[in-house]
Nanobody
Framework: QAQLVESGGGLVQAGGSLRLSCAAS????????MGWFRQAPGKEREFVAG????????YYADSVKGRFSISRDNAENTVYLQMNSLKPGETAVYYC????????????????????WGPGTQVTVSS
């Protein structure tokens, strides 16, 4: 079982950048494919980015391609989300999640596929 904790959220102006971190404890992180999701008030949780167990495969929502970058350091049991050129509409609680993917190259965008979740970190983008 994995315990996940996000950090790095905060208030940033539109066009600015933030780097989110997700620290894992318990089972080693290399066991899981990892994903970042976000949920704004009154909206459904949406996929942002995912990375395979090996780190060799990444997948992004169309809305963040070219601006966000997901990476992982299995030795440090940490996953990162670098967010650049942030927009006011991206204000949300950002969650990291872990998926016991059967393949080292698999990345899921469906939040129902993820078994473990962190409590989330608030990102607020001001205009």
């Amino acid at each position: 079982q994995a315990q996940l904790v996000e950090s790095g959220g905060g208030l940033v102006q539109a066009g600015g950048s933030l780097r989110l971190s997700c620290a894992a404890s318990g089972r080693t992180l290399s066991t899981y494919a990892m994903g970042w999701f976000r949920q704004a008030p009154g909206k459904e949780r949406e996929f942002v980015a995912g990375i395979s167990r090996s780190g060799g495969v990444t997948y992004y929502a169309d809305s963040v391609k070219g601006r966000f970058s997901i990476s992982r350091d299995n030795a440090e049991n940490t996953v990162y989300l670098q967010m650049n050129s942030l927009k006011p509409g991206e204000t949300a609680v950002y969650y990291c999640a872990a998926d016991l993917a059967p393949s080292p190259f698999m990345v899921e965008s469906d939040f129902l596929k993820y078994e473990y979740w962190g409590p989330g970190t608030q990102v607020t983008v001001s205009s």
